[in-house]
Every structure is written in C-alpha cells, then in structure tokens.
C-alpha cells in the first residue's frame, strides 16, 4: 500500500516530524532500525527550545518524571579556575533511552505507525523525485511507496548521502563519548563543562547530573583535535582524570557503569538547503548540531515539526518538488537561526581561545557566584567587552 508520508528514523528528528504529520491527519509510517527503547550516545542535555515542543506534544510531565534539572553552568577553564552561572533555563538531563522512547511514543498515539526493527537501505528515486524507500524488514527486503519522505536516520546517515547532502566538512565534524559514572565527586547541581587546551579550537569534557552522586560524563572533540592528541576517544577520560586538576576532582573515584559510548556529531554554522524532490533531512542527517557545545536534540525536534508544517502544506497541492519544499529552509531560519547565531557568538568570543575563558572566569566569578549576574547577564556582558576590543583594533 502506498503511504502518504514515510519517515526514516524515530529519534528526536523523526518521532518530531511524524508526531505533527499524524496529528494533521497524514497517513504517515515511521521506521526504525532498532528495538525500542533504544539508546543514544549523548549528554542527554535538554535544552529549553524544545520544552514549548514538549508540552505541545502532551508529554512535558513524563520529559520531567524521567529527567533531572539542573540549576545553571559551571565552567571550568584550561588555568583550571572555575565559575557558576546560574539562570532559569538551564537544561535538563534526561537519558535518551527514556526520552526518546517518551516521543516516539506520543507520535505513535498520535495517529503515526511505528514499526520497529526495519532497517532502510535506501530510497526508491524514480525521473529524480524520491518516491519511497526499500528496506530489510524481518529478514525480507521489503518495499514501501510513498509520496513523500523525512530522512531523519541520524548522523551516519546513509540517506543523506544518497540524496547528496551528506556534509564532511572536517571543521564541522565532531566526535563525542559518553559514559555513566558513579561516586563522581564534589558533584554539583549544575551541569559542568570543562575545557582544556588539548581540545581547542572547539571542545571540552562534560558532566551532567543525574544525582547527587551519579552522572552523565563525557568528551566533544573536533576530528583535527582529537588526532593531534594521538588518543582515541575512550582515552581522554583517563587523561582528563590524571592529567587536570578538576577532572581528578571530579573523577578520582568514579566507576564507569556499562561502557563508553562513541559516536559522530556533523555540525552547521546554520539552517543549510536540506530539501530535494520528494524528501526533506531533518536532524543529525542534515547536520543540524551546533558547533559551540554540539547540541542538537532541539534544533532536530525543531526541524522535524518544520518538515512536516511543510509536507502538509505540499500534499494539500500535490506538489512534491524541491522547489515546493525549499520553504523548508525558511521556516527553519525562522526556527533555528537565533539559536545558530546565538552559539556561534558564544564559539567565536568565548570558546575558541583558552586565554579568554580564563579571562571570562577572572572578570566575573565573584560578582556570579555571589547572584549578581546571572548566566544571560554575564555572556551579555563578556559578548560587549570583546566587540569593543574588537572594533578599536
Ligand atoms: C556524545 C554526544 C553528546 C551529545 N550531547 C547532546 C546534548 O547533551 N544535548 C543535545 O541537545 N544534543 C546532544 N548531542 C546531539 C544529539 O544527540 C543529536 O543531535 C540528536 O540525537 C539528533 O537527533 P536525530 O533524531 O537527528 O538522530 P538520532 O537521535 O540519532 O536518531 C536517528 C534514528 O534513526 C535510526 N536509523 C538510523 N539509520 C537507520 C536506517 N537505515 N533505517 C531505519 N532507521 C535508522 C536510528 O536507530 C535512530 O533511532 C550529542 C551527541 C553526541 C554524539
């Protein structure tokens, strides 16, 4: 049977996309290669773009239930000082195996069939428009028809590559790893990045809170970086543990639960042309991540709400075209564009340059610490010293 809309990947992106295509009323399947729930490699911060999306979605107390708060940032810079920032919308730390189950779950109320263990291989392209995809689904290579399809199959996406818009620019390729740990010590209720020299231009070590004791830890690294370091991914762990002060603080006496957790993170200065006859990319797949902090699970939900305000709009006249559906790009200038803005500032005058986080934490820890500035107020104000000196050079 052919369906109006497929979706490719039930992750933040895809359960997002096929959640609002269903509640409009389309016919929509989503397909995921896995066994739900699923787990993804990831800091498990949630970001307050998509809590509106959250409680639009109906399941903003479940996202609570499961998640952790955290009351501001603290960071710690390469001299080893420290700050704490705090402000009322700091992230959320909630594990994606739980989280991204809670969404692609409501898409499924929803009205969107979700049918699991069905890995695509790649999408069924006749005269240049997509017109569906063919995968291994119960030991079978089976065929569904569609007119339209979100490829929202996360970022070693094999879709994206198909359609041309996969992007391995090595300046905007990140590698990240996670892994829980227990008995982490002087633990706070922040959530705590940690940057070093070895991982500049852009990159750090995170830990997120989940407990008093436990947490999500993890290492953001470019490709460039990681190489001149001479260690794989896993090893910046034990590096950061016995060659810093603060990760010794953190991490003396920590136990790893399960195992560390590697993946890609393809970023993007900005909302880039993802759209061609008959598909859009929403997501990792279309390198949505931002290059500051390697954040994406907002930007991904926001893109698949837009791809399918845009897939609903085209089925109404039945044009399919990529010219039809590059409204997709505007919609998510509309929707992402501040975001980018706001981390590619915040990468350029704040974290590309161990010298000026260290002269951030020097200006303004005490007048922080003390609750006169707040998180917003002190980057605010970092953001105008350094565009002064910039523009009386
Ligand atoms: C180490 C690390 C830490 C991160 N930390 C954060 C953070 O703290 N906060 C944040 O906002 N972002 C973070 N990110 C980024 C965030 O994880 C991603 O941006 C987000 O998962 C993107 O969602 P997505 O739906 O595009 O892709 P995914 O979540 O990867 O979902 C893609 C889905 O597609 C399915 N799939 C793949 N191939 C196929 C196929 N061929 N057929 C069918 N199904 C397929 C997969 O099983 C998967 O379920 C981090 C990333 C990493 C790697």
Same mark, same amino acid.
């Given at each position: 049977?052919? &369906?109006?809309?497929?979706?490719?990947?039930?992750?933040?992106?895809?359960?997002?996309?096929?959640?609002?295509?269903?509640?409009?009323?389309?016919?929509?399947?989503?397909?995921?290669?896995?066994?739900?729930?699923?787990?993804?490699?990831?800091?498990?911060?949630?970001?307050?773009?998509?809590?509106?999306?959250?409680?639009?979605?109906?399941?903003?107390?479940?996202?609570?239930?499961?998640?952790?708060?955290?009351?501001?940032?603290?960071?710690?810079?390469?001299?080893?000082?420290?700050?704490?920032?705090?402000?009322?919308?700091?992230? =959320?730390?909630?594990?994606?195996?739980?989280?991204?189950?809670?969404? @692609?779950?409501?898409?499924?109320?929803?009205?969107?069939?979700?049918?699991?263990?069905?890995?695509?291989?790649?999408?069924?392209?006749? &005269?240049?428009?997509?017109?569906?995809?063919?995968?291994?689904?119960?030991?079978?290579?089976?065929?569904?028809?569609?007119?339209?399809?979100?490829?929202? +199959?996360?970022?070693?996406?094999?879709?994206?590559?198909?359609?041309?818009?996969?992007?391995?620019?090595?300046?905007?390729?990140?590698?990240?790893?996670?892994?829980?740990?227990?008995?982490?010590?002087?633990?706070?209720?922040?959530?705590? %990045? %940690?940057?070093?020299?070895?991982?500049?231009?852009?990159?750090?070590?995170?830990?997120?809170?989940?407990?008093?004791?436990?947490?999500?830890?993890?290492?953001?690294?470019?490709?460039?970086?990681?190489?001149?370091?001479?260690?794989?991914?896993?090893?910046?762990?034990?590096?950061?543990?016995?060659?810093?002060?603060?990760?010794?603080?953190?991490?003396?006496?920590?136990?790893?639960?399960?195992?560390?957790?590697?993946?890609?993170?393809?970023?993007?200065?900005?909302?880039?042309?993802?759209?061609?006859?008959?598909?859009?990319? /929403?997501?990792?797949?279309?390198?949505?991540?931002?290059? /500051?902090?390697?954040?994406?699970?907002?930007?991904?939900?926001?893109?698949?709400?837009?791809?399918?305000?845009?897939?609903?709009?085209?089925?109404?006249?039945?044009?399919?075209? @990529?010219?039809?559906?590059?409204?997709?790009? +505007?919609? =998510?200038?509309?929707?992402? !564009?501040?975001?980018?803005?706001? %981390?590619?500032?915040?990468?350029?005058?704040? %974290?590309?340059?161990?010298?000026?986080?260290?002269?951030?934490?020097?200006?303004?820890?005490?007048?922080?610490?003390?609750?006169? =500035?707040?998180?917003?107020?002190?980057? !605010?104000?970092?953001?105008?010293?350094?565009?002064?000196?910039?523009?009386?050079?």
């Amino acid at each position: 049977m052919k &369906r109006q809309a497929i979706v490719v990947g039930a992750g933040p992106a895809g359960a997002t996309a096929a959640f609002y295509l269903a509640r409009a009323g389309i016919d929509v399947v989503m397909l995921d290669k896995e066994s739900w729930p699923r787990d993804k490699p990831c800091g498990d911060g949630l970001r307050a773009p998509i809590w509106n999306l959250y409680k639009d979605m109906g399941v903003w107390d479940e996202v609570l239930e499961y998640s952790t708060p955290s009351k501001g940032v603290l960071l710690g810079a390469p001299n080893q000082t420290t700050i704490k920032l705090y402000g009322d919308v700091s992230p =959320l730390c909630g594990p994606r195996r739980l989280i991204d189950h809670i969404v @692609a779950k409501a898409a499924e109320r929803e009205g969107a069939e979700f049918v699991q263990n069905f890995e695509v291989t790649e999408l069924i392209i006749k &005269r240049g428009f997509v017109k569906g995809v063919v995968g291994v689904y119960q030991g079978k290579l089976t065929k569904i028809e569609s007119d339209v399809v979100v490829v929202a +199959d996360g970022s070693h996406s094999r879709l994206s590559h198909q359609l041309g818009l996969y992007n391995e620019d090595p300046d905007l390729v990140f590698y990240g790893a996670r892994g829980y740990f227990e008995d982490i010590d002087e633990m706070t209720d922040l959530i705590e %990045f %940690f940057y070093n020299d070895m991982f500049y231009p852009t990159g750090y070590m995170w830990v997120f809170p989940m407990s008093k004791t436990k947490g999500n830890v993890g290492a953001f690294i470019t490709e460039g970086a990681l190489q001149r370091s001479g260690m794989r991914l896993e090893d910046l762990f034990g590096w950061w543990r016995d060659n810093t002060e603060l990760g010794h603080k953190r991490l003396h006496k920590a136990r790893l639960i399960g195992e560390l957790k590697g993946w890609r993170l393809p970023a993007c200065w900005g909302p880039r042309d993802n759209y061609a006859n008959g598909a859009l990319v /929403a997501g990792d797949a279309g390198n949505m991540i931002e290059a /500051a902090f390697g954040g994406g699970q907002d930007l991904a939900m926001l893109a698949g709400k837009d791809a399918a305000e845009v897939i609903v709009e085209a089925l109404k006249t039945g044009d399919v075209s @990529a010219k039809a559906l590059s409204v997709y790009k +505007d919609k =998510l200038i509309k929707s992402q !564009k501040e975001i980018y803005d706001g %981390f590619n500032i915040a990468r350029k005058l704040m %974290f590309s340059d161990p010298n000026d986080l260290c002269e951030f934490v020097r200006l303004f820890k005490d007048r922080a610490e003390s609750g006169e =500035l707040d998180y917003a107020q002190a980057v !605010k104000q970092w953001v105008g010293i350094k565009m002064k000196a910039m523009q009386s050079k």
